[in-house]
Nanobody
Framework: QVKLVESGGALVQPGGSLRLSCAGFGFTVKNYAIGWFRQAPGKARERVSCIIGSDGSTVYADSVKGRFTISSDNAKNTVYLQMNSLKPEDTAVYFC????????????????????????WGQGTQVTVSS
């Protein structure tokens, strides 16, 4: 059974940094595409970033480009999201999800409106950016 567990969320001041972890169980991260999403109270779920396990390709939403970095550690079967220069508008619950690596998966993960509920999702971790 595919299972993902997020961790690393916390309260941080604007301008600070956090590293979120997404640990995979029951599957091998390098054979999947992993996406990070976030949802703030009262707002729609937002795509943040994704990584293709097989070749390390990465994609970022414009809102986080240059500040966030996604990476994977195959030995630990874990995907990370390094978040720098955090802003109050980054406050949200952050989720990771695993998708079978198939043609077009990057567009599926990152383009608004595409259905992503078929992926395997973690429970989320809270990130709060506030002074």
């Amino acid at each position: 059974q595919v299972k993902l567990v997020e961790s690393g969320g916390a309260l941080v001041q604007p301008g600070g940094s956090l590293r979120l972890s997404c640990a995979g169980f029951g599957f091998t991260v390098k054979n999947y595409a992993i996406g990070w999403f976030r949802q703030a109270p009262g707002k729609a779920r937002e795509r943040v970033s994704c990584i293709i396990g097989s070749d390390g390709s990465t994609v970022y939403a414009d809102s986080v480009k240059g500040r966030f970095t996604i990476s994977s550690d195959n030995a630990k079967n874990t995907v990370y999201l390094q978040m720098n220069s955090l802003k109050p508008e980054d406050t949200a619950v952050y989720f990771c999800a695993a998708f079978i690596d198939a043609p077009g998966i990057i567009a599926t993960i990152m383009k608004p409106g595409r259905q992503v509920d078929f992926g395997s999702w973690g429970q989320g971790t809270q990130v709060t950016v506030s002074s």
